[in-house]
Structure formats: structure tokens, C-alpha cells
């Protein structure tokens, strides 16, 4: 089992959907897994820490397990079959692990709110895994150096005019 933390929760541009991107520790390498609307707002309302008037589903769930004597003990994203991710859930009751197969949008909803690790198959992420290529941004900003050099040179031959020739 490979532990892995959410990265981020990005929007398709093409579709409703959502993509959760957990990213193994201590690699670059993720995890995408696209998920619908309701389950990323449920997920990023919990690591944005915002409050909701009532308990959504999520929070609903955490609170039954907690009230018939239940603990989390960790989520796992274990298969992947026909392009679609199973997970299960691993609760603790009285000494005795129970293993609940789920949807992976729901384990790691509830994984946040929990706050229990969240493990992926390592045959799961050799197969789906990606490592990202760098971000634009990071690419323009090894770029700068090469902009300065030119900008210096450019700097250097403005410095070397004489505007008194440009009075005529």
C-alpha cells in the first residue's frame, strides 16, 4: 500500500466533472480520479475547514460510525476494474476490522473528515499513476534568468546611446 495525500481538486474544462489528485508521499508521482460535483465540494469543503449549517452526507456517515462505536482507521483506493476505482473503507469496532467497499469519492470524503490516511494499491498506482510534467509557471520562471542575460545586454547598448544626437 502506497500513502497518499490530496493534492488538489481541479474542475474539468470539458465537463461537470471533477478530478481529485492524490499524490504520493515523498514522490511526485499522482493519482487522478475523476469524481462528480457533489463529492469534490464535499471533499474541499472539509480541507478548506468551512462550516455547513447541517451535516452533509459525509458528515452524516462520520457520525454513525462514531455513535454505533465505530473509528476509521484508514481508507484504500484497492482496484481498479473497467476504468472505474473501488475503494474500501477499514472500520474498527470493538477490536474487530471491518472492510466496506465504497466509492473512492466517498472514502476519501470521509477520509478528510476522519482524518485517517488514505492508501492507494501499489498495482493501482503503477497502472493509473502519472508523474506530472513541470507547470508552465515553473518553466517561465527558469526562464527569467535567460530574460534578465537578454535585458542586461539590451540595458547596456541603451546606456551606451547619446541622446544629444537625437535633438536634429
Request: charged share 30%; glycine share 2%; with cysteine.
Amino acid at each position: 500500500m502506497i500513502e497518499v495525500v490530496i493534492d488538489s481538486v481541479r474542475i474539468s474544462l470539458v465537463s461537470q466533472h471533477r478530478i481529485v489528485m492524490l499524490r504520493e508521499l515523498d514522490s511526485d508521482r499522482q493519482l487522478p480520479i475523476w469524481i462528480g460535483p457533489c463529492e469534490a465540494d464535499a471533499i474541499t469543503i472539509e480541507l478548506q475547514e468551512f462550516k455547513v449549517a447541517r451535516p452533509v452526507t459525509h458528515d452524516l456517515l462520520k457520525n454513525v460510525i462514531a455513535e454505533l462505536g465505530g473509528r476509521v482507521s484508514h481508507v484504500l483506493i484497492k482496484a481498479l476494474r473497467d476504468n472505474v476505482f473501488h475503494a474500501s473503507l477499514f472500520i474498527d469496532v470493538n477490536g474487530t476490522m471491518h472492510e466496506i467497499d465504497c466509492r473512492s469519492s466517498d472514502a476519501i470524503a470521509l477520509a478528510v473528515r476522519v482524518k485517517v490516511p488514505i492508501f492507494v494499491d501499489e498495482e493501482v498506482m503503477d497502472e493509473a499513476g502519472i508523474v506530472p510534467e513541470p507547470d508552465i509557471q515553473e518553466t517561465a520562471e527558469s526562464d527569467e534568468d535567460t530574460d534578465t542575460d537578454k535585458l542586461d545586454v539590451f540595458s547596456d547598448f541603451v546606456d551606451t546611446l547619446d541622446f544629444d544626437d537625437f535633438d536634429e
